[in-house]
C-alpha cells in the first residue's frame, strides 16, 4: 500500500516537472522567435536614392584589415549615411559590400555581411 502510494506521488511529481518544462520551453521559443523578428532589417523604399559625402579612404591601421566601405542605415523612417571604416578580419569569413536593390515600390538598402568562405 505504501510502495503504491510512493508510486503515485512520483507519477504526480514527473507529470507537474514535465508541464514545468514545457511551459519554459514554449516561453524559450517565443522569446527567441521574437528576438528574430526584431533584429530582422526594416526595408524603407525611396524612389530617388540618397546621396553620400565622399570622403577618402583612411590608411589601414593594419595590413590585414578589411574596409568596410560607405554603408545605409534606417533612422527614423529614412535612410542615414554611415561612413567606411577599417574592421579587423574574420577568419573563416569574406565581407560582401552593401548594395542598392530595386523593386516596383522603390529602391532600398541590401547591407553588407560577413559571409562565410
Known amino acids: 500500500m505504501l510502495a503504491h502510494a510512493l508510486l503515485k506521488v512520483r507519477c504526480i511529481k514527473f507529470h507537474f516537472m514535465k508541464k514545468q518544462i514545457l511551459k519554459y520551453l514554449l516561453v524559450l521559443f517565443v522569446f527567441i522567435g521574437l528576438s528574430r523578428f526584431s533584429n530582422a532589417q526594416t526595408r524603407i523604399y525611396v524612389k530617388v ?3 553620400a559625402t565622399v570622403v577618402a579612404r ?3 591601421p593594419h595590413k590585414d584589415y578589411v574596409w568596410i566601405g560607405d554603408e545605409w542605415t534606417v533612422r527614423n523612417n529614412a535612410y542615414v549615411h554611415v561612413a567606411g ?3 579587423a578580419p574574420r577568419r573563416g569569413y569574406v565581407w560582401v559590400p552593401g548594395h542598392w536593390s530595386s523593386e516596383a515600390r522603390g529602391d532600398y538598402w541590401v547591407p553588407g555581411h560577413w559571409r562565410r568562405v
Open 85 to 87: 571604416r577599417w574592421v
Open 49 to 51: 536614392r540618397p546621396t
Open 58 to 60: 583612411p590608411a589601414p
